[in-house]
């Protein structure tokens, strides 16, 4: 069990910085989850914690030791890439033994261990295949178990669930977060899907260019997302944005909701939507259209709850409000969060 | 539905007729070297008679001859030894290049890797005169080691090419796994990679080796005495007496080296091609 | 569970000492892996070649074998013999027509090789045979084929009366014929390697070109024409630029088919260079005539070059 931090680490190709100066401190066991766009610099970042990428600047630190200069294998980590990575030539039994071997653990402590991992991923009943003979689930477990007959003080793992087909995913993940708590190994994840990070981080940092955008629990990113690009890249659909007297406004399809849905007492902002479209997607509705106090040609998006019935009519004006709680406010030039401010003259 | 069944038909008799006629072009010297082979001495050499049939019965006297009364098997203990070193020289050396080039190199890499290709096309017919000169210098002339020595400057270029390619068509992932697994680099890559690439071995070995047991010119420019000749430049020059030819030993000499060779090629060449064309991948 | 004690320190904690993990580093390990050949090839390709340029500025011999420097007089002395302009003129003239042969025929050979048929496994192998075999001795097969006494060819012309029973050719014998003979052999012995570099390049022209252009109306040659063989150009150019260096530069066919003969009319510069160097120890002189194969290679090298650039490898 160990604390992975960063500290000013950078790399660059070339003329790119594909990681621009990251500081990150992870605790103890926790699920640490890098999210963000494909070219942000999670994967570089995971690399170079696992010492497959030499920092260009800045230090590693595992367990309060920096290890720039140590090879993978002197880290005591485990790695899961996104192909599984295992040796085609191998039974599954010896892929899981491989890393044990290359310790010269004794023959008797390999056999234990590899049976404690595979009926921990429940793949007993595997050991003596070939990884081309597996489905894509199977060969995760056997990659997981891989990973954990080392006992690693970290796991790292790069997009595991981005192979498996969508009906598979959300089953994987969640035997993944079953899997690290009963583990209890600090885990680093990395993946473009922010669905997977809101459901399996303990916490979620959000990448951008090379950049830490903001660290912080699900229900932060989510609910105070410290910059435009947060504020957009988490949450589907995404945030309706607007410029207003100088400032970005922002507010989550979610809360733009019928006027009379909206409390009264809760400081609420009418607006009138004017309707283009509404999706009936069974447990919601989705309507598209425009408000053209905010903006002429700017589309918004609203997102009703079947709980709310409210008729929508398409090609209408409708009365519709966000409570003013559910405002967030950005810098026009700089995208960070702003102060709030009151916003007048809308909806008459 | 007549009229393209007839077009098929019709292609298809093409195809088979420009086969067959390249097919005969082709094997033509081959096919009469076998048939000359296991003909009687009266019957070759009488003018006028029909080569193709055996006028006289065949005869195996003039294979016989070949390997009891001619150094024929000393050229082919030869040649066979000479491959066998340079196969195992190539691989020592172009192997960890080949490894270099396809994971270790930036953007010079490329550059790098069509650089040592280009070395292929250096003609022995230019180098031949000062190589010779080094040989004697090392006291290496009208040995087989002068040609151990020489035969792999046109081995290793080609091999490493190949061999570059194979490892491209490996995933990184996993040596990158075995190294976080706990392996160095090197043994990441012998434990991991090379089990993988093993078809793509085979290959280079195979073409290594006939390409050692083609060569002709420094065989023949660095080895004077038939104990040391080569197959390749032993039977042309070595098996002619006089200005008289055996020339059905002669023929039973080239047919016997020819066939396995072929054999070998036809087994392979599907793999040259894609180790060949992966080379020039990027990256 | 505890991890296991098997009293080897090593990789079970972090032992931070870097000089160990010397070979991990990538910036070392790259140059280090390819240096033995770099060196290798350096040695033994590069210096030879630089040594062959400088002797032919000498009148090195094997007889007095010492760098005497004179200038141009060797290549003067060169330039002088009727044999070296000969050979000259015969090396290009044999390079450019078998090449020609080789393209024509490998190209009609590689489409009728694309359709699938019984017995192509033998096929192939019948028409791999002029290249897997030895070059020396696919010609010795050739020499006794060509025999001025005892050809299947002439008997066969013979029985057709093309000439009269019982005549002969002299295939190796009249210089023009001499040639030819040459000039098929190179051509024979080509065509296979271009026929499968071909098939290569034809086998990864993407399928749904040619079923768009068939969708769009076009017929088997149009698309022959204006689609696939545009496609293949750049592939046919390696091909081509390999056929060319391999048979610019070849002395085998030459010296063991004619010897060079009937009186040195069919000489080319890699043979003659050979006669003059090594047979005739004017070791000066032999570099000299082979260092004019160079400007050529030279240039062929920066055509491969290109064409490698502009390919698309699949």
């Known amino acids: 069990m160990a604390v992975v931090e960063t500290r000013v680490l950078r790399k660059t190709f070339g003329d790119n910085a594909a990681v621009d100066g990251i500081d990150l401190r992870t605790e103890e066991g926790e699920y640490l989850v890098l999210l963000g766009p494909s070219g942000c610099g999670k994967t570089t970042l995971l690399r170079m914690i696992a010492g497959l990428e030499r920092p260009t600047d800045g230090e590693v630190l595992i367990g309060d030791r920096v290890v720039n200069d140590l090879p993978p294998r002197a880290r005591r980590i485990a790695m899961v890439f996104q192909s599984y990575a295992l040796y085609p030539h191998k039974t599954v039994r010896a892929n899981i033994a491989f890393p044990l071997v290359a310790r010269g653990v004794d023959k008797d402590e390999q056999d234990k261990k590899i049976r404690w991992a595979a009926a921990l991923l429940g793949i007993e009943h595997l050991l003596g295949q070939r990884p081309r003979q597996l489905s894509g689930g199977e060969r995760q477990r056997v990659a997981l178990a891989r990973a954990l ?31 690290q708590r009963r583990v209890g190994t600090t885990t680093i994840y990395v993946t473009h899907d922010q669905v997977e990070a809101m459901g399996l981080g303990d916490r979620i940092a959000v990448l951008e260019k090379g ?7 699900p229900w932060d990113i989510y609910h105070h997302p410290a910059n435009t690009f947060v504020a957009t890249f988490v949450g589907s659909p995404p945030m309706n944005l607007f410029e207003r007297d100088q400032s970005l406004v922002g507010f989550r399809p979610e809360h733009l909701l019928p006027e009379e849905v909206v409390a009264e007492g809760d400081g609420r902002v009418p607006f009138k939507l004017h309707v283009e479209r509404v999706e009936y997607l069974g447990s919601d509705r989705y309507v598209y259209g425009t408000i053209p106090e905010l903006s002429s040609d700017k589309r918004v998006i609203s997102r009703l709850p079947f709980t709310v019935t409210n008729p929508v009519d398409e090609d209408a004006v409708a009365r519709f409000a966000v409570a003013e709680s559910n405002l967030r406010f950005f810098d026009q030039q700089s995208g960070e969060r702003s102060e709030p401010q009151p916003l007048k003259g809308l909806g008459a | 539905m007549a009229r393209t069944a007839g077009r098929q038909l019709g292609s298809r008799t093409a195809v088979y007729t420009v086969v067959g006629l390249f097919g005969l072009f082709a094997s033509f010297p081959f096919l009469w070297a076998i048939v000359t082979m296991f003909k009687a001495d009266p019957d070759l050499y009488t003018a006028g008679s029909n080569p193709f049939l055996y006028n006289k019965p065949p005869t195996l006297e003039h294979i016989r001859l070949l390997f009891q009364q001619t150094p024929y098997l000393t050229f082919v203990r030869n040649t066979v030894m000479i491959g066998v070193l340079v196969v195992l020289i190539t691989l020592a050396f172009s192997l960890p290049a080949a490894y270099a080039l396809a994971r270790l190199t930036g953007h010079w890499g490329g550059r790098l890797g069509i650089a040592i290709f280009l070395v292929y096309l250096v003609p022995p017919t230019l180098l031949f005169i000062p190589l010779s000169r080094m040989v004697a210098s090392m ?16 081995t290793i270029p080609l091999s490493t090419w190949l061999l570059s390619g194979f490892f491209k068509s490996i995933p990184r992932d996993i040596e990158e796994q075995a190294q976080v697994d706990g392996y160095s680099r090197l043994q990441a890559v012998t434990r991991t990679v090379l089990p993988l690439i093993v078809p793509g071995i085979l290959t280079v070995v195979v073409f290594a080796f006939t390409l050692s047991m083609h060569e002709f010119i420094y065989a023949l420019a660095f080895v004077a005495s038939s104990d040391h000749m080569t197959i390749s430049v032993g039977v042309p020059t070595n098996l002619v007496r006089g200005d008289v030819f055996f020339w059905q030993s002669l023929m039973a000499s080239a047919v016997i080296v020819a066939v396995p060779v072929a054999l070998a090629y036809n087994f392979f060449l599907d793999r040259f091609v894609q180790g060949f064309t992966m080379g020039a991948v990027k990256g | 569970m505890t991890a296991a004690n098997t009293g080897q320190t090593v990789a079970g904690e972090i032992e931070g000492r870097p000089r160990r993990y010397l070979l991990d580093r990538e910036g070392l390990l790259g140059p280090l892996l390819l240096l033995p050949a770099v060196v290798y090839l350096l040695a033994l390709v590069g210096f030879p070649l630089v040594m062959a340029i400088l002797y032919s500025f000498t009148d090195i011999t094997t007889g007095n074998p010492v760098l005497h420097f004179v200038g141009l007089d060797t290549f003067r002395d060169v330039l002088r013999d009727t044999v070296f302009r000969r050979s000259l003129r015969n090396t290009v003239v044999l390079t450019i027509v078998s090449q020609l042969l080789v393209v024509v025929l490998s190209t009609v050979l590689a489409f009728a090789l694309r359709v699938d048929f019984r017995g192509k496994w033998f096929a192939r192998f019948l028409i791999l045979l002029p290249w897997t075999t030895p070059i020396a ?55 296979p390697l271009a026929t499968v570099i071909l098939l290569a390049g034809m086998s990864s022209i993407p399928q749904e070109i040619k079923e768009a252009a068939e969708i769009d109306g076009a017929s088997f040659w149009r698309r022959l024409f204006h689609i696939e ?29 004619t010897g060079g003969g009937p009186q ?26 082979a260092v004019f194969m160079f400007p050529v290679l030279a240039g062929f090298a920066a055509l491969i070059l290109r064409l490698a650039n502009r390919a698309e490898v699949s």
Not at chain 1, 156 to 162: A, I, W
Not at chain 3, 233 to 242: E, K, N, R, W
Not at chain 3, 272 to 289: D, R, T
Request: proline fraction near 4%; aromatic fraction near 12%.
């Open chain 1, 211 to 217: 950049r830490v955008q903001q660290i912080g629990t």
């Open chain 3, 229 to 257: 063989l545009p496609l293949l150009l750049p592939i046919t150019g390696v091909a081509v630029l390999f056929g060319l260096v391999f048979t610019f530069t070849d002395m085998t066919v030459v010296y063991v088919l």
């Open chain 3, 264 to 289: 040195n009319s069919t000489q080319v510069l890699a043979s003659w260079a050979f006669y003059k160097g090594i047979n005739g120890g004017s070791l000066g002189q032999g570099a000299a005539i």
């Open chain 3, 137 to 191: 001795i696919g010609t010795i097969a050739w020499l006794w084929m060509l025999d001025s006494l005892f050809s299947p060819i002439d008997w066969v012309l013979g029985q057709v009366g093309l000439i009269q029973q019982g005549g002969h050719m002299y295939w190796l014998g009249k210089r023009d014929l001499a040639m030819a003979s040459v000039i098929a052999v190179q051509a024979w012995r080509m065509l």
């Open chain 1, 149 to 179: 007959v080392r006992e690693p003080q970290v796991f790292l793992l790069d997009e595991p669930l981005s192979n498996l087909d969508a009906k598979l995913r959300a089953l994987a993940r969640e035997e993944l977060k079953e899997f």
């Open chain 2, 139 to 154: 006291r290496l002339q009208d040995s087989i080691w002068s040609l151990v020595l020489v035969y792999p400057t046109f």
